[in-house]
């Protein structure tokens, strides 16, 4: 019988685990530290989006349309890892507008980053509403730090 119990318990916390609950839940991080938290992970992925994008004009410069459509792909899928730490970041956040705003920039950031298959469709790569939406958290995170309400550019 402990045995049968042992094993419900332990598989009742994998369960758990799995939908994303924990026995100890993680402490939320207020608005500066998602803020700067946030700050660095933009900038690593768009450091590595950048070196790829930095391979796709290599490749492309020397007429190897192939490999600069690879890169391409890997470009995307740089945009498409950013917003999964972006997602990480945001549900550390203790400030709902914060957790929603990281939230729509990560769902940006993939769906561009999905986008990306080729030369043409990098042609068409729309950052509009990642600009927008950077704006906004830009907002937020100057009023965390100055004490004042955000009001978005």
């Known amino acids: 019988m402990r045995r049968l119990s042992r094993a419900a318990c332990i598989l009742s916390t994998t369960v758990l685990a799995t939908l994303g609950f924990s026995a100890v839940p993680a402490a939320a991080e207020p608005t500066p530290q ?11 992925g768009l450091s590595q989006f950048a070196t790829e994008l930095s391979k796709v004009t290599a490749a492309a410069d020397s007429g190897n349309m192939a490999a600069a ?7 995307g899928g740089e945009l498409v890892d950013l917003a999964a730490n972006l997602r990480t970041d945001a549900a550390s956040a203790d400030a709902a507008d914060v957790k929603t705003t990281l939230g729509q920039l990560a769902d940006e950031f993939e769906s561009q980053g999905k986008s990306l298959t080729d030369m043409s469709s990098l ?6 509403k990642i600009d927008a939406l950077s704006d906004k958290m830009i907002a937020i995170c100057g009023a965390a730090s100055s004490g004042t309400p955000a009001t978005p550019r």
């Open 123 to 128: 042609q068409k790569l729309d950052v509009t």
């Open 69 to 75: 459509n690879q890169s391409v792909k890997a470009a």
């Open 34 to 44: 998602v803020c700067t938290k946030t700050a660095k992970t933009v900038e690593d």
